[in-house]
């Protein structure tokens, strides 16, 4: 496993913490609920974009071959 995987899975396993948190009730109020959407939502960003960078770097290093 690379150092790119690992941190997708460290982005994937925090992201899952929060969703059982929401799905189990223990959010105490609606801002709080708001900061763990946002948060869950900023980890699937963070995701999808080292997924594209590392994408397109891998591209660039195989058209330099």
């Known amino acids: 496993m690379d150092m790119f995987q690992e941190i997708r899975q460290a982005f994937l396993a925090q ?22 959407v946002g948060t869950i ?13 590392v994408n397109n770097r891998m591209e660039r290093e195989e058209a330099n071959d």
Do not use: F, P
């Open 15 to 36: 992201q899952e913490q929060l969703k059982v948190l929401l799905a189990t009730g223990q959010v105490e109020d609606y801002n709080q609920y708001k900061q763990l």
């Open 41 to 53: 939502s900023g980890i699937e960003w963070a995701s999808s974009e080292l997924g594209r960078i």
